[in-house]
């Protein structure tokens, strides 16, 4: 049986950043259950890997903004470019910034960061307990037991890189309350009456969206199976049921296009692409005419453009999902420490809480956020 001061369960991007800032005198074990470290980091970002964005906040987040907070504050956009100097970087739209090279060189920094802590890989915890303030973990060849213990198993989002849902598990062990868990930065699928939107496969533009009290811009994917892109991902954080809106023409008003008197068609009048366009008039039961023949109704009903409501049927769920809404409780953690309220020197950081960022670096850095305000905590 081997004694550790910290033990960190998941060599994620949260574990490793954990162990980056962990006091170099505490005694530090990374457990990973799988075969590799940083699995999710390696191959985000179509493997550049989307490591943080300019525009760090708590409003990009589903969350207790007051417990996302404190986090976002000790470990800013700024911080996180200084710990990963060296590394080639290129800036995106809104903020985005990506690697110009491999992921792997994210994940090469993080395992050098976490140097002074010892690492077991393929080694998944079949037991935890904990008894006279202290933790006792048992897998399947090891026994180890530590004063405090981190939670950084992740979620379930992305099982094909062997994501599981064990940091939740842990969780109840200790009396927590887990929020139902959802696909989250996923495509939508579509009810019967959107399905014109199928045969637009492939068709990508700018679109605006409303869904709760959120208003997006970015660009939409049709697609066979449903809708996706950046501005469908998004969405798909904030939306639980119900109505979305669409503007499909966020650029313009078709109401100056009507006051023009053009004899040009809708098809032509309207910048954006035809086969769109043809499937939506035939959506909404309207001819292809020209705009200064259009009748009051026709117009009425040319005007959904900008506010095109729809119920989606649902998601393509966690396999096609980059993160996941709901997880430990964040009433039952400090969120200055990371601590749980329900028992001493149990941490929990990263993925597994219930805070989700939008696309665009927000997750990644949520983690690396979390992991170093819990670090801070440790000593």
Known sequence: MEKFDIIILGGGAAGLMCAAFVPAHLKTLIIEASPNLGKKVRISGGGK????????????????????????????????????SGISLEERDNGKLFGTKSAQLFVDRLIHGAKNAKIILNAPINTLTCKDEEFLLMGEKNTFTCKKLV???????????????????????????????????????????????????????????????FDFKDALLFSHRGLSG???????????????????????????????????????????????VKAFLDAMNLTDKPLNSLTCKEKEALQSLHDYS?????????????????????????????????????????????????????????????????????G
């Open 49 to 84: 890997c989307n490591i943080t964005n300019r525009f760090i906040s708590s409003k990009f987040y589903r969350g207790d903004a007051k417990f996302i907070t404190p986090s976002l504050e000790g470990f800013t956009c700024k911080d996180s470019l200084e710990f990963f």
């Open 230 to 276: 950046p501005l469908m991902m998004d969405v798909s954080l904030f939306w639980d049921k119900g109505p979305i809106s669409l503007d499909f023409y966020p650029q313009g008003r078709v109401e100056k296009l009507f006051k023009s008197g053009s004899k040009k068609l809708i098809s032509s009048a309207l910048p954006l692409p035809k086969r769109f």
């Open 310 to 378: 729809f119920a989606p049927a649902g998601t393509l769920g966690f396999a096609k999902s980059e993160a996941v809404k709901g997880g430990v409780n964040t009433d039952e953690i400090d969120p200055i420490t990371l601590e749980s309220k329900l028992q001493k020197n149990l941490y929990f950081i990263g993925e597994v809480l219930d805070v989700t960022g939008c696309l665009g670096g927000y997750n990644l850095h949520w983690a690396f956020a979390s992991a170093k305000q819990c670090a801070r905590n440790l």
């Open 151 to 213: 939670v950084a198993c992740g979620s379930p989002a992305w099982p094909q890189v062997g994501a599981r849902d064990s940091g939740y598990q842990i969780a109840k062990t200790f009396g927590h309350t887990i929020i139902t868990p959802s696909p989250a930065l996923v495509p939508l699928t579509l009810q019967p009456e959107q399905f014109w939107m199928k045969s637009l496969s492939g068709i990508a533009f700018e679109v605006g969206a409303k869904v709760a009290k």
